[in-house]
Antibody, heavy 123, light 110 residues
């Protein structure tokens, strides 16, 4: 069974930093592109960042570019999100999600999701 | 303001058929396939439809998707109480070089 487990969320002051982790089990993480998607309280989904299987291709949403860094360690079956210069508007549940099992000619869907880790940015 | 436009709410009675629309532009829905996600209350999203109209294994055939031009739709037939959830459309955007989501549609089963 595919399982993604996020950790590292918590309460942080504006301008602070946090590092989120996502550990995978039940599938070969090294074969898949991974993503971070967030959801502010009571709001919709927002894609944050993606990283290809060998870290060759990395993309960010404009809202986090220059402040967040995505990385992965395939040997440790782990995905990370380093978040710096945090703002109140970064408050959200952060989900890691894999893509690669269900694809079309133009893109792959996010087929497995973790349960999320909550980040709260407040003074 | 989400890049993809969805109605904020939809409703139906058990057994009915409901549709949820998703409107985008030439850089996203118009040039890439659309995926749909279901988010039950208090849980993580789940993939419901990929590649416009394909169902992952385990998704009932009551759920179907379609796309025409820069718009897509999710249809749910034989509505059941357990279908009450938030539904999101998503697509890759060639201009933004990333994924974009719709604002979500809250489906209520009356």
């Amino acid at each position: 069974e595919i399982q993604l487990v996020e950790s590292g969320g918590g309460l942080v002051k504006p301008g602070g930093s946090l590092r989120l982790s996502c550990v995978a089990s039940g599938f070969t993480l090294s074969s898949y592109t991974m993503n971070w998607v967030r959801q502010a309280p009571g709001k919709g989904l927002e894609w944050v960042s993606s990283i290809s299987s060998r870290s060759t291709y990395i993309y960010y949403a404009d809202s986090v570019k220059g402040r967040f860094t995505i990385s992965r360690d395939n040997a440790k079956k782990s995905l990370y999100l380093q978040m710096n210069s945090l703002r109140a508007e970064d408050t959200a549940m952060y989900y890691c999600a894999s893509e690669g099992a269900y694809c079309s000619s133009t893109n792959c869907a996010l087929d497995s999701w973790g349960q999320g880790t909550l980040v709260t940015v407040s003074s | 303001q989400s890049v993809l436009a969805q109605p904020p709410s939809a409703s139906g009675t058990p057994g009915q058929r409901v549709t949820i629309s998703c409107s985008g532009s030439s850089s996203n829905v118009g040039s890439n396939t659309v995926n749909w996600y279901q988010q039950l209350p208090g849980t993580a999203p789940k993939l419901l439809i990929y590649s416009n109209n394909q169902r992952p294994s385990g998704v009932p055939d009551r759920f179907s998707g379609s796309k025409s031009g820069t718009s897509a739709s999710l249809a749910i037939s034989g509505l059941q109480s357990e279908d009450e959830a938030d539904y999101y459309c998503a697509a890759r955007d060639d201009t933004l070089t990333g994924r974009v989501f719709g604002g979500g549609t809250k489906l209520t089963v009356l």
